[in-house]
């Protein structure tokens, strides 16, 4: 039983005393959140954080590491929050606990091939900080160690998704202990029975190599010591998981594997590594072609060292890998070897300069190996994403750009959905179309029979997909087409206020139809069947006034040019919670008695507008608008006399219109002021906010 005296005695190896104090006290945290939580094997849950924190601390991690593995899985399984952790341990070991409890619960239906590579490019994309991967490694070596008590199916689902996803997770950080020990965890629950039976061959090979091994052990440490070298020889054993997938693969026969006799040769300088290899080769004869100089040429996870195979006496077989003890440290733990704890740091380096620092010596590597751009390319979106992933309905994972929408995806998922989607269920509730898509989200596109695509979607979507199949369906689109298409919509859009296209007064129909340069209702309708107007704002043109808006004094006189594209003759208002100005993201809600109603997108009413999909509307500002709108801001300034008029003066400088302010007070030393602005546009807002943060006073400004 590993306890926590235990982990911190070792922790105190190699970490400052104060970061072992913080450790003990996360335990404490721990122990008590986790209290009365025990394990199937029946032991207190707490032992499986600290068995945890203890695969980190033999790699050397850093305390913030240390500490979010003992507190993994207290978001996940007990009632404490990340805010608890943050203002316990600070945002960093907060932002780590978050993180592993996210990949914990992604749900992995791991089938097909595809689908686990799609899983583990998402793992890495959706883990900003590298730490987050580490421990959750980590979690599933210690889950994999003590799978014991589990039933025999529920062992196997594990151990599949173990062998599927994260030993190649392991494997392209470079993490080879871990991924061997995932690996012959993982093969063990699998195939129980094939396990026992390679074991028992593997054992009787062993007896019979025995001599021949350390005769060529000797072999070797002689001459390296006549020769001046110092290396440390060690014969090398093939995992039964490796030598079962070279049967299975048909690589090699059982004999064959056994026939291999392997040596690793660990020395102090590169310079060594290649004297010995010349030492080697002197030795025993070498079998041409077999050597590799992964020194100079780097493996993609950065691994380097020297392979030859020799002709060992008896003509057996031997491979040889030379490597400096860096190296060997990174062929051990990869990713996490960069991540050591190293004392003596210069000061200010922190952890995150740390991994990015990895990242760069492997692409220098790289780059001076004149090599493998695909791997580059691969470590991009591995660590820094372009890509994000999200689930269909049925819990496939789908790879977008970054930024992609909706409609996006929609397209994605077939051109058939994409041409007829009407609305988007993000997380299982309702979105705009327009929305952009994060990672691991769960997407739900709502179709209609008679929709078609919408023009204004151009607006926004951004794969060459989408695109081009928008274009091709509105360039196809016959003129017949688009007038009944027109006349559909229309008809449905008057339907609100009780009327039809045809029962139109033709006094009222031509008055628009001039307004709007048409010569025949035919056009208008074919106009809006080409998706070029809203039938509803063309529909709130056509009604009468007392019909369309019943309340109209809630509003003011819709602005005299127009700010909205589509809207004229319509009320447009803009919302007073958020006061959106142009250049904002906007969404317009038909409202009963005020036309239309503009809200910057994510104004927390909109959300409320979510349970009447059918009122909104994707609206777009004028290309060039005129006027004046409002604006809230807020500042909070440090209380000094006479700072209102300084800020006032900031933001007449710049030519705003101050419409109201209001003071609170806050704890004596601050004040906040509310101030409602008139300005021309967001350029125009951002040139105000940055002259009133020249001030020394402000401590923070704000948009409402
Ligand atoms: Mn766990």
């Not at 996803?165 to 195939?191: H, Q, W």
């Not at 350390?214 to 070797?220: C, G, L, Q």
């Not at 994060?438 to 029979?449: C, F, L, R, S, Y």
Request: with cysteine.
């Amino acid at each position: 039983m590993f306890l926590i005296s235990d982990l911190c005695e070792m922790l105190e190896s190699y970490l400052e005393h104060d970061q072992v104090k913080e450790v003990y006290n996360a335990y404490l945290f721990g122990a008590e959140a986790h209290k009365g939580q025990h394990r199937l094997s029946g032991e207190p849950y707490i032992y499986h954080p600290i068995a945890v924190a203890q695969i980190l601390a033999e790699q050397r991690m850093d305390h913030k590491t240390i500490i979010a593995a003992i507190l993994h899985d207290v978001i996940e399984d007990t009632p404490t929050i990340k805010e608890n952790i943050s203002e316990m341990f600070g945002e960093d070991i907060a932002e780590l606990v978050d993180g592993v409890s996210k990949l914990t619960q992604i749900q992995f239906e791991t089938k097909a091939e595809q689908q686990a590579e799609n899983i583990r490019k998402m793992m890495l994309a959706m883990t900003r900080d590298i730490r987050v991967i580490l421990i959750k490694l980590a979690d599933r070596l210690h889950n994999m160690r003590t799978l014991g008590h589990m039933r025999p199916d529920k062992k196997r689902r594990i151990a599949r998704e173990t062998l599927d996803i994260y030993v190649p997770i392991a494997s392209r950080l470079g993490m080879n202990t871990l991924r061997v020990e995932l690996e012959e965890l993982g093969f063990k629950s699998m195939y129980p029975m094939r396990y026992a039976v390679l074991s028992e061959a593997l054992k009787k090979a062993r007896g019979n190599r025995k001599e021949i091994v350390s005769k060529i052990e000797t072999a070797i440490k002689r001459r390296l010591f006549q020769e001046d070298l110092i290396g440390d020889v060690i014969g090398r054993e093939k995992h039964l998981y490796s030598i079962y997938e070279k049967i299975k693969t048909r690589v090699s026969s059982l004999s064959e594997v056994f026939d291999v006799y392997a040596f690793r040769i660990v020395v102090d300088t590169v310079d060594g590594c290649y004297r010995t290899l010349g030492v080697v080769h002197n030795l025993y004869k070498p079998v041409p072609g077999k050597f590799k100089d992964y020194i100079a040429i780097p493996k993609t996870n950065g691994y380097q060292s020297l392979h030859t195979v020799l002709f060992g006496p008896y003509g057996v077989p031997i491979e040889v890998q030379i490597r400096t003890r860096e190296m060997h440290t990174v062929a051990e733990n990869g990713i996490a070897a960069h991540w050591r704890y190293k004392t003596g740091d210069a000061v200010g380096s922190t952890d995150h300069v740390r991994a990015r620092e990895w990242l760069r010596n492997i692409l220098e590597m790289q780059k001076s190996a004149g090599d493998s751009l695909e791997f580059i390319e691969n470590l991009k979106i591995d660590l820094f994403p372009d890509e994000i992933y999200v689930f269909t309905p049925k819990g496939k994972i789908m790879e977008m750009p970054r930024g992609a929408t909706a409609v996006d995806f929609a397209y994605a998922v077939h051109t058939d959905i994409g041409n007829s989607c009407v609305a988007v269920k993000i997380d299982r509730r309702l979105a705009p179309l327009r929305t952009p898509l994060w990672n691991g989200q769960h997407v739900e596109i709502i179709t209609a029979p008679n929709a078609r695509p919408n023009p204004a979607w151009l607006n926004f979507v951004i794969t060459a997909k989408a695109r081009s199949n928008i274009r091709h369906f509105l360039k196809n689109i016959q003129h017949d087409e688009a007038v009944n298409l027109g006349q559909r919509l229309m008809d449905k859009a008057l339907a609100v206020f009780g009327t039809e296209f045809k029962d139109i007064p033709k006094r009222r129909m031509n008055k628009l139809l001039k307004q709007y340069g048409f010569k025949k209702p035919e056009e208008l309708l074919a106009d809006v069947g080409l998706g070029s107007r809203m039938a509803q704002l063309v529909a709130r043109a056509l009604v009468p006034e007392e019909t369309a808006m019943t309340e109209s004094s809630a509003g003011e006189p819709g602005s005299p040019t127009l700010t909205i594209k589509g809207t004229e003759g319509m009320l447009v208002n803009f919302a007073k919670c958020c006061h959106p100005i142009p250049g904002d993201s906007i969404v317009g809600f038909l409202s009963s008695g005020r036309g239309i109603v503009v809200h910057h997108d994510t104004c927390k009413n909109v959300g409320d507008f979510r349970k009447h999909p059918e009122k909104w509307i994707d609206v777009q500002w004028e290309e060039e608008i005129k006027g004046e709108f409002q604006v809230a801001l807020r500042v909070d300034v440090s209380n000094q006399r006479g700072s209102l008029a300084t800020i006032a003066a900031s933001i007449a400088d710049k030519g705003a219109n101050i419409e109201n302010v209001e003071m609170e007070e806050r704890e004596g030393k601050y004040s906040t002021m509310n101030f409602i602005l008139s300005v021309r546009d967001r350029q125009h807002l951002a040139q105000i906010i940055r002259h009133i943060h020249a001030n020394r006073k402000v401590m923070r400004i704000a948009r409402k």
